[in-house]
């Protein structure tokens, strides 16, 4: 999240604070409601992920419900795709 952040700012002050509020806002929505997203399918994926988009930017924060609500990545929408379904085995 801070390297993102960094990023962001380098390019445009102030968006890289406006890149954590969103993303804490997306962790909010799933605290607050974790049902509300999207599961996601895919045949590399057991059945249980589900991500959460961060408006605005291409990221998604990636969690599983079971055995309770833990945010497994704070996944690029484009880069390095799928690095973190190793982490699923180790939850």
């Not at 700012?9 to 962790?27: N, Q, S, Y």
């Not at 609500?69 to 390095?80: D, E, G, N, T």
Request: proline content about 7%; cysteine-free.
């Amino acid at each position: 999240m801070a390297e993102a952040a960094a990023w962001y700012d380098e390019r445009v002050g102030g968006l890289g604070d406006r890149f954590l509020l969103e993303t804490e806002a997306a962790f909010a929505r799933i605290d607050q409601k974790p049902s509300t997203g999207s599961p996601w399918k895919h045949r590399r994926l057991p059945e249980g992920v589900r991500r959460m988009f961060v408006r605005s930017f291409p990221y998604s924060a990636v969690f599983i419900l079971e055995p309770r609500v833990i945010v497994v990545a704070l996944a690029h929408a484009r880069r390095r795709p799928g690095y973190w379904v190793k982490r699923l085995s180790e939850v």
